[in-house]
T-cell receptor
Framework: GDSVTQMEGPVTLSEEAFLTINCTYT??????LFWYVQYPGEGLQLLLK?????DKGSNKGFEATYRKETTSFHLEKGSVQVSDSAVYFC???????????FGSGTRLQVQP | NAGVTQTPKFRVLKTGQSMTLLCAQD?????MYWYRQDPGMGLRLIHY???????AKGEVPDGYNVSRLKKQNFLLGLESAAPSQTSVYFC????????????????FGPGTRLTVL
């Protein structure tokens, strides 16, 4: 079956540091890939997505590139802010499937 | 435009009690979903609905029932709560998915934290 593996957290960084959160996947068929973010006390929000190989999703300074050869979709940001502190979920969707398959989430803590 | 709302926000139950969680969306979405979120396990799909009057099982449906009598509402019921159902429950909605793999974004509610003693 489909699965998503994320690096375990928490990830603790200082403000303006570079961020990478690793995500790899296994899927039947050709998946679409997503990053969702969950701020404290809130539901999940779509951060970015990519629907085919070599696509780069980007939003709010975050980027992730769909790498089919390595089955990866790593999240990066060049300079994190305290306001980026949240839990980040990598997820996938395959054609015909009704819902998302989520990774376990990675908590990011950014210190001033 | 409130998006997706969930009630209640918090609830504590004793083993064997029943309750219903309500999800409402005002975006005229066809699809609605119930997920549970547990530490270290991400979100897992409990049940979903592809339209008014229809429901289907997700990956962890045991112990839950759902109903979608109106397009904008999706109810999740626990008939006899168990401690294993202690979790945070999220409702989501989206426009209809397509078999071609084009994804329609899911919009999530703020969650309900349920504790079963």
């Amino acid at each position: 079956g489909d699965s998503v593996t994320q690096m375990e957290g928490p990830v603790t960084l200082s403000e303006e540091a570079f961020l990478t959160i690793n995500c790899t996947y296994t899927a039947t068929g050709y998946p679409s890939l997503f990053w969702y973010v969950q701020y404290p006390g809130e539901g999940l929000q779509l951060l970015l997505k990519a629907t085919k190989a070599d696509d780069k999703g980007s939003n709010k300074g975050f980027e992730a590139t769909y790498r089919k050869e390595t089955t990866s979709f790593h999240l990066e940001k060049g300079s994190v802010q305290v306001s980026d502190s949240a839990v980040y979920f990598c997820a996938l969707s395959t054609p015909g499937r009704r819902a998302l398959t989520f990774g376990s989430g990675t908590r990011l803590q950014v210190q001033p | 435009n409130a998006g997706v709302t969930q009630t209640p926000k918090f609830r504590v139950l004793k083993t064997g009690q029943s309750m219903t969680l309500l999800c409402a969306q005002d975006m005229n979405h066809e699809y609605m979903y119930w997920y549970r979120q547990d530490p270290g396990m991400g979100l897992r799909l409990i049940h979903y609905s592809v339209g008014e009057g229809t429901t289907a099982k997700g990956e962890v449906p045991d112990g839950y029932n759902v109903s979608r009598l109106k397009k904008q509402n999706f109810l999740l019921g626990l008939e006899s709560a168990a401690p294993s159902q202690t979790s945070v429950y999220f409702c989501a909605s989206s426009y209809s998915n397509t078999l071609a793999g084009v994804y329609n974004e899911q919009f999530f509610g703020p969650g309900t934290r349920l504790t079963v003693l």
